[in-house]
């Protein structure tokens, strides 16, 4: 059993035969067709070759946007930072010379923890890249405390920091299902790892400052989108194991003793 396999180990393996992890070299590597994909200390980029579209709550262009760069920018946890989180996001694309069309999130977690996998529904993939730190794990309705957690700085801060890829054009309504669904699974391994809230005790749902991005080609005159995305098909079933998959080993690296 290999460490990125821990975590599904952990759940019902049999639900995942079908996920795929990708070892993540240290040279820059090809992930799928036309897509780059470069890990060190600092961060994970990914690179298009072609635009693509992105869906997400990121810091650095966040929303609906174009897609050529993706950027998880590993920072230090602490109080002391005065600069805006989005300029230090555009000063490190632009210094890895990613800054056109980058979408960027950051996080305090390891970029140790970071997973890449990937599943098949007929001829639509899936790839999913995950980072992960538990420091400020939360459960949905917590009593919020933005002063308090601006005021920490200790390194076992972190967030959920995922990105998933298909490799089919998805409708805007399909890539809002998906981000759903992410939540979704993202909680049940949450649950069923029985991580909790140091605000409440109770089973956390996620960190207070996840981020989750959809990214999928633009579509073109002879393109088909893919509809939907529900647990009901085939193509959720898929999307839903291969995201819990991925965030249980990340999070079994993220709870096992320093």
Sequence with gaps: M?????GSMLLDERLFSDVQFVPISAAPMQLNPGCELFRDASCFHLSFQRPQIGLSSAILNGGLVQ????????????ADVTEAAEIT????????????NCIGMMTAASMNSVRVAQVHSGDVLFTLCVSCGLGNARRVGDKADVAEFQSQHT???????????????????????????????KSAVL??????????????????????????????????EIAYLGKHLHLGQQLGRLVMAAIASAVVYELEPC
């Design 155 to 185: 390194e076992k801060q972190g967030t959920i920091n995922l990105v998933l890829m298909v490799n089919k054009p998805l409708s805007p309504a399909a890539m809002v299902e998906a981000i759903s669904m992410i939540s979704e699974a």
């Design 67 to 78: 897609v050529n760069h993706l950027l998880n920018l590993k920072v230090e946890a602490s």
């Design 2 to 6: 290999t460490n990125a396999n821990a």
């Design 191 to 224: 649950q069923q790892l029985s991580v909790k809230s140091p605000i409440s005790g109770l089973i956390a749902t996620g960190t207070g400052t996840d981020c989750s991005v959809v990214i999928c080609p633009e579509k073109n005159d002879t393109d088909t």
């Design 89 to 100: 996001l555009f000063k490190k694309a632009t210094s890895l010379g990613i800054n056109k």
